[in-house]
């Protein structure tokens, strides 16, 4: 349970800061012409995950699948920084 | 759901509830309070009604005098405009070079620091609200509040979905006290629910702002987040690239006062189809340079997001630009919503009502929490109850009616302390924290069972007195103010009044359960016979 907490809130917090990034990055047009909505999403979806933490059958699967979320959405984050616009 | 799942979210909700219940009751009273903000203002100072008009007139002569002593705020000086609010002060504000905040009120004789301000009873009540009277440190606890909020609300939807339809409007009223108050918690937090997200979204939002700012900037936005965010929140273009652009001069164009740049704001703002446009607060940026620019920001009415704003040339009155309802963009529509929830500031004072109205709701439920924890727990069949319900039970008391006995107490002492020969602003403060430790020390003492009865009963008699003492001193005051047709003074009167009366009755259905309710319970009045006595006690 504990271990699972932990894994919500520290490997969610970059999880959903890169997915919100990426958000913004990808989204047609401007990324700074909705930058403040994307970001007013984030609390929200750090909740939604920390919440869904506790689906996983024990807290190692927890720690892992959200390690390996965050090592995809920041390889993602990484290659549409490269490639797209931004701000 | 599996019932496995059930159960983890049951104890997260549990144990979020516990980690955040007794914040958000403060923060729930007190911002429910706080939705009469301008009135209680009013009513605390009756000495200080300004005449506002002839007090903006001189902003624009106290500008030039602060940015002549002052060379820092050359860069960017905002000030306040009294917009019609008796009560609202007209105060200047601007960044020194080492970072520090200054301020200088109209009628202050020179600048000080913007931290030191006083504490005035509606100043302090908001201050309860956003960081319990902690300074530094308080807004940032409370904004990791919110997020344990927010996942409390999401287990406690979750683990209530399956029964939704078929509990809502079940309030089963009984021998069994315990789904009494599980019914009204349900009830309660389902009904409210759209509103406390609401909260536990722009609640993080507000406080932790400008954490999250930062860890973005330098963790996705790679340093570039920051003068984007400058961009996205207000009507003026990149203002360090203004500097960059300006021509370097010694100040010698004339600027606009702050009252003329307030008035062609408002006009451009109305042509260009705002319901109005009230200026509550504009600012200079290079004050008196040439390419100086203004910024103006108003409240509009029947938009979401009230507050529009109105970029000028300072020393022309030339529109820049404008961000108002209806003619702007995502960012600024939203962060305009950002506030317009959280403070209710959309709709008309039947919203502020309703505001207020499931403020309190809200702090009822984190109260019948609380209550909840303690009657799952507790010995059936004991009149000793264990160690944790009895930890609950008295800091539930102690802290939640100490709370609300604390501001009772601090309304009181606002109106006493000029007949002590003391400033009212100085004295709020430590009047609350001194009564809310002493409620604590009383409920230590005297145990929760009477204490929570004695609590209640004081609150119920200072709220009275509230409203009391207010006619009783100030009777001509009153009068005067429902003759210009003004109804807040009396409104703040007749609602203390209302709360005491609500504060007696719970103090006395409290008593009935203390003398009358099941003696195996913490809040039964008589002691336990013996200390961890494990002595069977027939049920019922």
Aim: proline share 4%.
């Amino acid at each position: 349970m504990l271990a699972k907490t932990f894994a919500g809130i520290l490997l969610g917090l970059p999880l959903c800061m890169a997915i919100v990034g990426l958000g913004a990055y990808l989204w047609p047009g401007s990324t700074e012409s909705v930058l403040i909505p994307w970001l007013a999403g984030f609390f929200p979806l750090w909740t939604v995950v920390i919440a869904a933490t506790y689906m996983f059958r024990t807290g190692v699967r927890a720690w892992a699948w959200l390690a390996i979320a965050n090592v995809g959405a920041f390889a993602a984050l990484f290659l549409a920084k490269h490639t797209l616009p931004g701000i | 759901m599996k019932s496995s799942t059930l159960r983890t979210f049951t104890t997260v909700h549990t144990w979020t509830g516990l980690l955040a219940g007794f914040a958000l009751f403060i923060a729930f009273y007190a911002g429910a309070i706080t939705m009469f903000h301008d009135p209680i203002d009013v009513w605390a100072l009756p000495k200080a009604e300004l005449a506002d008009a002839q007090v903006m007139d001189k902003a624009g002569a106290m500008m030039a005098d602060i940015v002549a002593k002052h060379p820092a705020a050359r860069e960017s000086i905002g000030v306040t405009y009294a917009a019609g609010h008796p009560s609202h002060e007209v105060s200047a504000y601007w960044m020194e070079k080492d970072g520090t905040w200054m301020t200088q009120a109209i009628d202050d004789a020179g600048a000080h620091d913007a931290e030191d301000h006083e504490h005035g009873l509606a100043d302090f009540v908001y201050e309860l609200h956003y960081d319990l009277g902690i300074p530094e440190i308080g807004i940032y606890l409370m904004g990791i509040v919110s997020v344990i909020y927010g996942l409390a609300l999401l287990t406690g939807v979750l683990i209530h979905l399956p029964n939704l339809l078929r509990e809502l409007f079940a309030l089963r009223p009984g021998h069994n006290l315990k789904r009494l108050w599980q019914d009204a918690h349900n009830v309660i937090g389902i009904l409210s629910l759209p509103f406390h997200i609401i909260f536990a979204v722009t609640g993080a939002l507000l406080c932790l702002t400008l954490v999250a700012l930062m860890a973005f900037n330098t963790v996705i936005f790679d340093g570039k987040l920051m003068s984007a965010f400058e961009r996205m929140t207000s009507a003026l273009p990149d203002t360090a690239a203004m500097t960059a652009a300006a021509p370097k001069s010694d100040g010698t164009v004339p600027m606009l006062a702050p009252a003329e740049l307030g008035a062609i704001a408002r006009k451009a703002a109305i042509a260009a189809g705002a319901a109005n446009f009230e200026p509550d607060y504009m600012r200079y940026v290079h004050y008196g340079q040439p390419g100086a620019a203004a910024e103006v920001r108003g409240t509009s009415e029947k938009t979401l997001g009230e507050y529009g704003m109105v970029a000028l040339d300072a020393s022309t009155g030339r529109i820049i630009n404008m961000q108002l309802t209806g003619a702007r963009d995502a960012n600024h529509a939203t962060y305009s919503a950002i506030f317009g929830l959280h403070f209710g500031t959309f709709g008309s004072l039947s919203l502020r009502w309703l505001y207020f109205v499931l403020g309190l709701a809200g702090a009822f439920l984190f109260y019948s929490g609380n209550l909840l924890y303690i009657e799952t727990r507790r010995k059936r069949r004991q009149a000793e109850q264990p160690m944790k319900v009895r930890a609950m039970a008295t800091a539930t008391v102690g802290v939640c009616l100490g709370t609300c006995f604390a501001i009772s107490v601090m309304f009181i002492a606002n109106h006493l302390a000029p007949y002590l020969g003391a400033e009212p602003t100085h004295v709020v403060q430590p009047v609350c924290f001194i009564t809310f430790f002493a409620a604590i020390a009383w409920t230590f003492w005297r145990r929760p069972a009477k204490a929570a009865v004695d609590l209640l009963w004081a609150t119920a008699v200072t709220s009275v007195a509230v409203g009391v003492l207010d006619i009783a001193l100030h009777g001509e005051r009153l009068s005067r103010t429902l003759a210009e047709g003004r109804y807040e003074v009396l409104g703040v009167d007749l609602v203390a009044m209302a709360m005491g009366a609500g504060f007696g009755w719970l103090a006395v259905a409290t008593r009935r359960r203390a003398v009358a309710g099941d003696p195996c319970s913490v809040w039964a009045a008589k002691a336990p016979r013996a200390r961890g006595s494990t002595t069977a006690v027939p049920e019922g």
